[in-house]
């Protein structure tokens, strides 16, 4: 069963940095097509972050998290890393692992086939 478990979250203070994973396991990583990440902060909805294809050559990121945070993954270790720079208060969100098996770039959930549970992220000084 295709599954997704993300890692990595914690307290940190403004300014400051943090790695988030994503493990896939479940079924062949290649079957994953696009992976990428949400977030939903209290009292919002669930909102984009960041999307990686398949083949790593092409991201996309939300506005918000330009320039701040980037994706990665790793083919060997079927792990989709988000590393978030220069945090903020605004951050401060429960972080969802996200797959696709089309293949491509999204920014929404429409169309996601696996979910992971998520990670809880607290910018707070």
């Known amino acids: 069963q295709a599954q997704l478990v993300e890692s990595g979250g914690g307290l940190v203070h403004p300014g400051g940095s943090l790695s988030l994973f994503c493990a896939a396991s479940?079924?062949?990583?290649?079957?994953?097509?696009?992976m990428g990440w949400f977030r939903q902060a209290p009292g919002k909805e669930r909102e984009f972050v960041a999307v990686i294809n398949w083949s790593r050559s092409m991201m996309k990121y939300a506005e918000s998290v330009k320039g701040r945070f980037t994706i990665y993954k790793t083919y060997a270790a079927n792990t989709v890393y988000l590393q978030m720079n220069s945090l903020g208060p605004e951050d401060t969100a429960v972080y969802y692992c996200?797959?696709?098996?089309?293949?491509?770039?999204?920014?929404?959930?429409?169309?996601?086939?696996?979910w992971g549970k998520g990670t809880p992220v607290t910018v707070s000084s």
């Open positions: 996200a797959a696709r098996s089309v293949d491509g770039i999204f920014d929404s959930d429409d169309g996601i086939n696996y």
């Open positions: 479940g079924r062949a990583f290649s079957n994953y097509g696009s």
